[in-house]
């Protein structure tokens, strides 16, 4: 456990504390870490990352391409990850959907292992803001998809991935019932890519957890009907037990 806001250092000494993402790039393994929210922000952060501060966006950076250094970062930009630091620190970047989706990590010979999305300049939009229009920006499952890509290369050694669905939490804060909903199908639809990628092997743990709830959500009525979004009530704007 650490201090509250303190990204993985120890409460008593300071000292940086080995995470998970860390132990298996020890163990050789590719790693990534994918997310609707900006690169820096607190749950990669404490995979990626060592910082008195979850907000001190500048180390988490640094630490992120000077240190670990995943295999993967796809998610929102900006907030000191830049995309001068990472093309000069070896990251293929991309900037949109189209530059994901023409990121290559199985040219022959490999030209890269190291691989970037940093959408904007902030969080991911939500999903739900542009069901009239067309959703420019990649949705959760697309990155995780090119994710999966990257990191199943390593086939002697495996990877670790975080997919983080982080936008839910922002959605909960707000209560706002339609972004919330189609944030969770987004995350939904991700770890289904997840599953059908993993169905069949014998080497694989896939983890499905969340770190809280948020904003004391409770289903009044759920009407069944496709499209239908349920009747709720919510008890808080922050985060429940």
């Known amino acids: 456990k650490v201090n509250y806001g303190v990204i993985s250092l120890d409460p008593n000494s300071g000292a940086e504390l080995l995470t998970l ?5 020890a163990k050789q393994k590719s790693t990534g870490l994918v997310t609707t929210t900006f690169l820096t922000h607190a749950t990669p952060a404490a995979f990626g990352a060592h910082a008195t501060s979850r907000s001190d966006y500048a180390n988490i950076a640094g630490d992120y391409l000077g240190a670990s250094r995943p295999n993967v970062l796809f998610g929102g930009g900006g907030n000191e990850l830049t995309i001068a630091d990472s093309v000069a620190a070896g990251y293929d970047v991309a900037t949109d959907l189209a530059g994901l989706n023409a990121l290559d990590p199985d040219a022959d ?4 292992t190291y691989f970037s999305a940093q959408i904007g300049t902030s969080h991911l939009d939500y999903v739900y803001d542009s069901l009239s229009t067309t959703y420019t920006q990649p949705m959760l499952h ?3 998809i090119k994710a999966l890509d990257v990191l199943d ?9 975080m997919v983080e669905g982080g936008r839910i939490d922002h959605a909960c804060h707000e209560n706002e ?3 919330a909903v189609h944030e969770v199908l987004g995350l939904d639809a991700a770890v289904a890519e997840i599953l059908d990628w993993a169905n069949g092997r014998d080497d694989t743990l896939v983890l499905l957890t969340a770190d809280h709830e948020t904003g004391g959500l409770t289903v009044e009525t759920d009407y069944g009907v496709a499209g239908m979004y ?12």
Not at 109 to 112: I, S
Not at 230 to 241: K, L, M
């Open 177 to 179: 019932l339609e972004r």
């Open 21 to 25: 993402l860390e132990d298996a790039k």
């Open 142 to 144: 697309e990155m995780v």
């Open 230 to 241: 349920p009747d709720v009530s919510w008890t808080t704007g922050g985060h429940t037990a």
């Open 153 to 161: 290369n390593n086939s002697a050694k495996g990877f670790f991935m």
């Open 109 to 112: 010979p490999p030209a890269n």
